[in-house]
Structure formats: C-alpha cells, structure tokens
C-alpha cells in the first residue's frame, strides 16, 4: 500500500517538492492541497497531528481569555500564521498583534512586526519546536512576549518570557499554575482552572 493512500489520497498522487533552495513564505498561499495549519520552518513544510482535547481547550481559554481583557489597540487570532522571514512562516497557537495591522477579510498572515504576543500549546511532536526552535526564531523577528503552555495532569502551566532587545533572546519571566497574572503585553488575569468550563456568552452589542 502506497504512503499517499495511507492519508486517503489517490496512488498517483505527488507530494509537494520543494525547489532548490527550500519554499517561501509566500508558496504557502499558492500550494495546492496542503493540510490545514501547515508551517514553513527553515524553507520545509511541517504538518502537524490530530489537536488533542487539552491542546484545544487551553486554545479556547487563552484566547477567550485575551479577547475579553485585551485594550482596543490589540486584537487576538488562533492558528493564523506569522511571516517571520522569506523561510519562515509559522502559525501560533494564539497570538495577539497590533489592531491596525488588520488588513481585511482575505488576509491570510500577520507581519511579525504587528505581533505582540505568540503562544505555543505543546503537543507531543512539537516539543523541539515549542520550547527550542520557535523562541528562537520570534525573538530573532522580534516579538516581545512568548509564552509555551505545557500540560500537567491535565491542566495547564505557562511559561512566559519577554524579549531581551540586548541579546535579541527571550528570557524567562515566570512559571503560572492555577492563575496568571500579568502587566504586560497589558495588565490581564487568566484562571487557568477552569480550562474545561464552558466561557461565558458574551452580552448582545445592540437591540434586537
């Protein structure tokens, strides 16, 4: 049995071959195909696995949580992928960026200029790349805060760091069970207990 039929595909189906070189940020828009949340790393593709319940929850808590506190300036994606440089062009769990970076319904990236905040939630094969690789590469783009999420027992811990502009590295600011509680990117307080709690409804914006 083929590997492509193995994913469902036809046998006479070809996988993406990168040119010489490596892929662009820009191929990820023009690659028939792909699977959906695929990443550029240092010119090659990187799919990822099935999201697991807690990876999911943590997603909808953190950003929830965001949205809910974040001033007027800021907004808040999950999964939209971020150009860092020609070659890399990865997608953070969450992210907040700068509100006038917006450009419309068709946009498909933020610049990392516009990035304010990236979080990673670690999964099983993204581990090198949560805690090693991507740090890396968004202090050298220069996002100032990255937090990386871990599971323990179910329930969430994050670590969070600011970028040191002296060494273009992140360094670490804390270590958060239970509750995180911060002043930057901007003042905010995340119960990260009740990541399988349903979030609340929020109030209608006008009348009926």
Request: aromatic share 10%.
């Amino acid at each position: 049995m083929s590997a492509a039929r193995d994913y469902g595909l036809d046998d006479d189906y070809e996988w993406p071959r990168p040119p010489e070189g490596g892929w662009t940020a820009d191929d990820l828009d023009e690659l028939p195909n792909l699977p959906p949340h695929t990443e550029l790393i240092d010119g090659s593709l990187v799919f990822v696995s099935p999201q697991t319940r807690f990876h999911l929850r943590t997603i909808r808590l953190l950003e929830y949580s965001l949205l809910s506190q974040a001033p007027d300036a800021y907004d808040v994606d999950r999964e939209f992928s971020v150009k860092l440089d020609r070659r890399n062009r990865p997608e953070p769990d969450v992210l907040v960026y700068r509100a006038d970076a917006d450009t419309g319904p068709r946009q498909t990236w933020h610049h990392s200029d516009s990035v304010v905040l990236a979080i990673e939630v670690v999964s099983e094969d993204s581990q090198e790349r949560d805690r090693e690789v991507k740090p890396r590469k968004y202090a050298l783009a220069g996002i100032p805060y990255y937090w990386r999420v871990e599971e323990n027992e179910g329930m969430p811990v994050v670590y969070t760091y600011e970028l040191d502009r002296a060494t273009d590295a992140y360094g670490l600011t804390g270590i958060h069970h239970n509750r995180l509680k911060l002043d930057a990117p901007f003042p905010l307080t995340i119960d990260l207990t009740v990541i399988n709690r349903r979030p609340p409804l929020m109030p209608p914006s006008g009348p009926f």
